[in-house]
């Protein structure tokens, strides 16, 4: 049997063996307990989605500024949906991309009105280190320009690969996973790529070393209520071109996700990232996620299946657009 094929038996024996939840305790004081699975678990499952208008990094102008007011996270919302009402508009002559109709960016700022979902460092920034700098300015400076002679000078998420881990609001639409549990396994679809993750929670070790995978090769264990998940088994990728530089898959990459259900409709996703190469110190965000998708002002409903190649026609005729500028 393929990898392929003994991950889909996997994510398909996940999908009929996830029982209902055996319901929610309550407190002795009445108030609010973690839900549990039937075989005693913290029930993590649903359709979560993490959209939100904060930004990864703290901007500049903030300078130390980690909290907004309330007038100032309600100004940031009305100011972000007419930048977006003016700038969704048709320029003959540029291609462009989808219009605000096919977005679902989200409306609203994270609860805590933080500045940036950075956490740490406490200025809110990604640590980059000289290197990790130099392929950033790199990246951005060539980003959308080309040259495109071959479609490894396309991004990862143009050629329906992936955008890479971990899950953040970065893609302006498609931020929604599907979190599924068995007795021993965990199971994450995310939206974006149809791409999932069947993770063991059974105590077994990670893969070798030399077999790399694009998600990391991730295993996962419960400290106290909250899942952890470690990945340090990437592909080496990072050579390719990707739509967030820090998300490249890279061999040198640690990652570790903690996943926490705080309330009925939120759980607190945080994820520390390592890679001396990329990095001068591990950095650390956190990004509420929610079954509530009507408060974060984006779609409310199943997911249904991202197809994203159907024959991937935009990576050919990108292609074909610069050999037609050659041409001219």
């Known amino acids: 049997m393929s990898q392929v094929m003994l991950r889909a038996a996997v994510v398909a024996a996940v999908l009929l ?52 007011t309330t007038n100032q996270a309600d100004e940031f919302e009305v100011r972000s949906a007419a930048e977006r009402v003016a700038n969704d508009r048709f320029i003959p002559g540029v291609v462009g991309a989808y219009n605000q109709f096919w977005m679902d960016a989200g409306t609203t700022v994270v609860e805590s009105l933080r500045t940036s979902l950075v956490t740490d460092p406490p200025d809110g920034r990604i640590p980059w280190s000289e290197a990790g700098r130099a392929r950033l300015e790199s990246d951005t400076a060539s ?135 990329m990095f001068t110190a591990p950095w650390t965000a956190l990004i509420p996620m929610t079954t509530d998708h009507a408060s974060r002002g984006v779609t409310s409903g199943p997911m249904y299946e991202y197809a994203c190649h159907e024959g991937n026609y935009g990576l050919l005729n990108m292609l074909r657009g610069a050999r037609a500028q050659e041409r001219d």
């Open 143 to 277: 980003y959308g320009v080309g040259p495109y002679d071959s479609w490894v000078d396309a991004d990862t998420g143009e050629r329906c690969l992936t955008d890479g881990l971990p899950l953040v609001p970065l893609q302006g639409y498609n931020m929604n996973y599907h979190i599924l549990q068995a007795p021993g396994w965990i199971a994450i679809l995310n939206e974006m790529f149809h791409e999932y993750r069947v993770i063991p929670l059974d105590g077994r070790g990670p893969i070798p070393p030399a077999i790399g995978e694009w998600m990391g090769g991730g295993t996962a264990r419960w400290e106290g209520d909250t899942l952890v998940i470690e990945s340090n088994r990437f592909a080496d990728r990072g050579h390719y071109i990707w739509r967030a530089t820090w998300r490249a898959v890279r061999t040198g990459l640690h990652l570790v996700e903690r996943f926490t259900r705080v309330d009925e409709q939120t759980i607190d996703y945080e994820f520390t990232m390592t890679d001396p190469e």
């Open 17 to 68: 063996m996830a029982a209902p939840a055996a319901g929610q305790a309550q407190a002795a004081d009445g108030g609010w307990t973690v839900p549990r699975t039937p075989w005693g678990a913290p029930d993590l499952q649903g359709i979560w989605t993490n959209a939100t208008l904060t930004p990864m990094e703290r901007p500049a102008a903030l300078g130390d500024t980690s909290i907004l």
